[in-house]
């Protein structure tokens, strides 16, 4: 009995499959509505078809389908400063009545009296140490809240939208083409990694524990008993240049078969990809479209492109000029 | 027609599932059989029970179903010494031709002359050390290359078996239970994590991208244009006791719901695990079998259990009695 029920289900489930896949096959949409045809949508798509056609000579079994993608300029705005910059800008602010003695130290005077102009020229160092005074201090449970408070009360100024909603909706439609056919989607960015959890599930469809960022140190503590991380301001990470093939060699410990990055901190990351062994496909968002979003690139103070343009010519990586490439920039406005 | 068709699938796949189902929950076998009936087994079936239950009080959605595990003395022996502490000592003796300097400089020259005691006798710092002394130099690929080789041609002393014969069948199928019930498994190791990687996927089930460990620095580097990382004789970060917790939180990002361990290296994990605020499980694995395998706890140099069974006793987790829980140890053989 048990063996003939068995077998009864294994055939109706293999018919069932069979007219979900004629199904499928027959009636499916372009996956990637809001992308122009042209060179660069047949890239993708030709790279995906070739990946997963079995017994062909590209094909790569779905484990090694890894797709890492940079965020700040690949997959939302970045212009006119990093969204997590404008986050931090506004820490300090709220943060100020705690710290009295900031009314006397830049940038943090400046910053309070509404000039950023100093800050936003400075450097690196200068804005991490920003980052770090602001962003620890507390678990990671409670910076992610006020991370998510703060990105659902916010608005762009140019575009009266949250940031939310200004992720790029062809890039969306690119990572659920990519997770359609089997691919994990990675984030690897430069930005905080507990920022970033406060919203790339749900814009980008990209769990925690698929998400590289930058880190602070967090130290391990039992008050009263009970187990918790407290984060310090001190940097443990930077996942940007060398650090993104570092990183993704430690944590995911499998070379991506595609990658995704707008400037030249994630030109090692397509470097990396596009020396493994198997077929792999490296794309870089141009900023082309002045009118709709931006257009920047090779002497920009925010997501330079300039080495990565050459780069991609002498390599024939894909690039996107977003103005002639997209039809859309941003997703429908939920508002 | 293309309605029909979608309306005909759906029904048919409904069957085939409904049998599935029927046929599963009639016949299903002992998804545990190495472990023997009582208080133990029964937590540990229990639990997952309580959080697959759709609607059930405990019920935890899929997504946040995750599960890590120690490795050494968790899913395989770790006496007399670690087996990635038996790598070492090979590697220095394979690399002493290249090292003449080796001859003269302790602990070197005694490893070579086959003396280990004053090695193993030295601290952490000392052992680490000879990790890096041995496990930099080369790229991640062919260091993981290397490892796979000796794992492939040595045995243990003890039990004459390939070290990837030494894992625990009883925890073979607990990480199988878990997965089946929509657990994410993953191994958090303070052993280096490309010398797991020789070997996790294939014995335990667990890919590269759900292995945290401890690991070296590496560098990326461009010679002859083609992207490459080195691996440096620099420690990165120690997978162990508080660093535990850390990174499974920076790489994760999600606390665990079931956290498996053997000594006091992991009961920052278990610590972690417990203070969460959904349904959780913690189990300890006790060395208590010296005749199938060795029993040792609170004064051990290796895997010392001793501030963590007090722990366990107090908090209510579950503790292995390896003797009286387990029904076989190790896997059937393969020779």
């Known amino acids: 009995m ?100 900031w009314k006397e130290i830049e940038p943090y005077k400046s910053i309070i009296a509404g000039d950023l102009s100093a800050v936003l020229a400075g450097g690196t160092k200068e804005q991490f140490e920003l980052v770090m005074a602001t962003h620890a201090g507390m678990t990671p449970a409670e910076f992610e809240e006020i991370g998510k408070q703060w990105l659902g009360a916010t608005e762009d100024a ?13 890039m969306l439609e690119l990572l659920a083409y990519l997770r359609d056919n089997g691919f994990k989607t990675y984030m690897v960015t430069g930005g905080g990694i507990e920022f970033v959890r406060a919203f790339c599930e749900k814009c980008y469809g990209i769990p925690p524990e698929q998400i590289i960022g930058s880190s602070i140190k967090t130290k391990f503590d039992l008050p009263d008993g009970k187990a918790t991380l407290l984060r310090l301001p001190e940097i443990d990470f930077i996942a940007d240049r060398d650090g993104k093939p570092e990183a993704i060699n430690r944590i995911i410990g499998r070379r991506p ?49 300039d080495k990565g343009l050459d780069e991609a010519a002498k390599h024939g990586w894909t690039v996107v000029d977003m103005k002639n490439d997209w039809k859309t920039i941003f997703p429908p406005s939920t508002k």
């Open 2 to 101: 048990d063996h003939r029920l068995k077998k009864l289900s294994i055939i109706l489930a293999t018919i069932a499959l069979f007219c979900t896949i004629t199904f499928t096959a027959a009636y499916a949409a372009d996956p990637l509505p809001s992308w122009n045809d042209g060179k660069t949508k047949s890239a993708i798509v030709n790279f995906v078809t070739e990946v997963t056609k079995v017994k062909g000579p590209s094909f790569v079994p779905q484990a090694e389908r890894i797709a890492t993608f940079d965020n700040d300029g690949t997959l939302w705005l970045e212009q006119p400063m990093y969204v997590q910059m404008a986050f931090t800008l506004d820490r300090v602010r709220v943060l100020a009545p705690l710290h009295p003695e």
């Open 158 to 170: 140019r575009f009266k939208r949250r940031y939310t909603q200004l992720t790029y909706q062809p």
């Open 257 to 305: 078969i595609a990658a995704f990055g707008n400037s030249d901190g994630d030109l090692q990351m397509l470097q990396w990809t596009d020396a493994g062994p198997r077929p792999h496909f490296c794309l870089y968002v141009h900023h082309t479209d002045a009118v709709r979003e931006y257009a920047y690139d090779r002497t920009s103070k925010i997501g330079r492109l």
